[in-house]
């Protein structure tokens, strides 16, 4: 169907700051659901950007929501030796400081005080509306 949107892959994306709760639940629920109706593949990223925060109970928590309520991922790690070994997002940190320098030579880095609503509200096509890229926001 012609304007139709396709999905061929979405995420599962938990922050393994804390135990999971009934938010991530409906969350995971949602996008396993969604992933169904595309035929898309999900991809599960722990976000551990923030290292300090990060606990390996909580990670291994991720991994025991996900088993017991049987909700399925087909990419990304299995276990939290996997995740370490190679999902970890400290093994990309190399790439993320090269395209944020990048960004930077381009012009095109800048801070945006709006909330996510917002944002949300500004761009109701998922493209950033550019609210703040003008007012030299320090960071
Ligand atoms: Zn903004």
Redesign the pocket.
Known sequence: MEGKRTYSKTRIAPTPSGFLHLGNVVSFVRTVGLAKSFGARILLRIDDMDRERVVPEYVQDIFDVLNFLELPWEEGPRNVKEFEREWSQVHRMGMYREALEDLREKGDVFA???SRA??MRDSPDGVYAG??RDKELSF
Request: net charge positive; hydrophobic share 15%; charged share 15%.
């Open positions: 945006c005080s709006c917002k944002v609210t703040c």
